[in-house]
């Protein structure tokens, strides 16, 4: 069965420390995707990035980067020089190509001090 | 553009009530889905739909019914609210698998509390 862990369940570092949050997924399949999602204190989930199974490409997307990595099955997320507003919630996801269900993780909850 | 939009935003039940939490998107999308997010914990899909006329079960479908009569809506009805049933529910949509060409959609959520 297809699965997703995000061991940290909740992280604080200090505004403008670098910070990795960390996703493994357990599948057999070859194709499938991966997502990241935000939850800001708000409570409105906000979608960040997809990656395909045949994508390992990384991605970094001004402070956001990620890192897919099929051998290990992680596809961690990091934040460069974090800010205060990176404060939230964040969710790893993942879906089967031949699935219609998104599996969400536990979600990792960030505090960025001041 | 509204996106995906959820009433109502927070509502109290007593046990025993039942309700019906509203989601519509004007994105044209086909498939749909509701979770349920409990205090601390990820989402959880109650249902969710490929188009209209079409419904499956997700994870946890017990005490919930849907209906997509047509594209644009997909109610979320509770016939006999529980305690077990308060937590924040979000709708979703996507127009097709939420894969590589298109994201899930969230709506803001609707708090509900069953007391």
């Known amino acids: 069965a297809q699965k997703v862990t995000q061991a940290q369940t909740e992280i604080s570092v200090v505004e403008k420390e670098d910070v990795t949050l960390d996703c493994v997924y357990e599948?057999?399949?070859?194709?499938?995707?991966l997502f990241w999602y935000k939850q800001p204190p708000s409570g409105e989930l906000v979608f960040l990035i997809r990656r395909n199974s045949f994508d390992e490409q990384n991605e970094i997307s001004g402070r956001y980067s990620w890192n897919f990595q099929k051998s290990t099955s992680s596809f961690n997320f990091t934040i460069t020089a974090s800010q205060v507003v990176d404060s939230a919630v964040y969710f790893c996801?993942?879906?089967?190509?031949?699935?219609?269900?998104?599996?969400f993780g536990k979600g990792t909850r960030l505090h960025i001090l001041p | 553009n509204a996106g995906v939009t959820q009433t109502p935003k927070f509502r109290i039940l007593k046990i025993g009530q039942s309700m019906t939490l509203q989601c519509t998107q004007d994105m044209n999308h086909n498939y749909m889905y509701w979770y349920r997010q409990d205090p601390g914990m990820g989402l959880k899909l109650i249902y969710y739909?490929?188009?209209?006329?079409?419904?499956d079960k997700g994870e946890v479908p017990n005490g919930y019914n849907v209906s997509r009569s047509t594209t644009e809506d997909f109610p979320l009805r509770l016939e006999l609210a529980a305690p077990s049933q308060t937590s924040v529910y979000f709708c979703?949509?996507?127009?097709?698998?939420?894969?590589?060409?298109?994201?899930?959609?969230f709506g803001d959520g609707t708090r509900l509390s069953i007391l």
């Open positions: 739909s490929v188009g209209a006329g079409i419904t």
């Open positions: 599948t057999r399949d070859t194709t499938y995707y």
């Open positions: 979703a949509s996507s127009y097709n698998r939420g894969l590589g060409e298109q994201p899930q959609h």
């Open positions: 996801a993942f879906l089967m190509n031949r699935d219609d269900k998104i599996i």
